[in-house]
Nanobody, 124 residues
Framework: QVQLVESGGGVVQAGGSLRLSCAASGGTFSIYRMGWFRQAPGKEREFVAAISWSGALTSYPDSVKGRFTISRDNAKNTVYLQTNNLEPEDTAVYYC?????????????????WGQGTQVTVSS
């Protein structure tokens, strides 16, 4: 069983940045594609970013492309989400996810492991 623990959330002014971290334990981290999702109150869960096992491939939706960057450090069993130029609309609980699968990096129809989430609040 793999455990994922997010950290790095907080309150930031619009235009600011946060670096979210997701530490994995209990499994072979490098074999999993990793992703970030977010969910705001009253809204559906939204895909934010994904990264392949090696870190060579990444994927983002248009809503965050150019502002957010996903990366991973397999030696530290950690995946990161650098969030820049934050907007109030980015306010949400951000979740880390892991999936061992082949196919498109954007395919998160199933998820093997979820983190507990970290709150990001962007004020104007």
């Amino acid at each position: 069983q793999v455990q994922l623990v997010e950290s790095g959330g907080g309150v930031v002014q619009a235009g600011g940045s946060l670096r979210l971290s997701c530490a994995a334990s209990g499994g072979t981290f490098s074999i999993y594609r990793m992703g970030w999702f977010r969910q705001a109150p009253g809204k559906e869960r939204e895909f934010v970013a994904a990264i392949s096992w090696s870190g060579a491939l990444t994927s983002y939706p248009d809503s965050v492309k150019g502002r957010f960057t996903i990366s991973r450090d397999n030696a530290k069993n950690t995946v990161y989400l650098q969030t820049n130029n934050l907007e109030p609309e980015d306010t949400a609980v951000y979740y880390c996810a892991a999936r061992r699968a082949r196919g498109p990096l954007t395919d998160w129809s199933t998820v093997d492991y979820w983190g507990q989430g970290t709150q990001v609040t962007v004020s104007s």
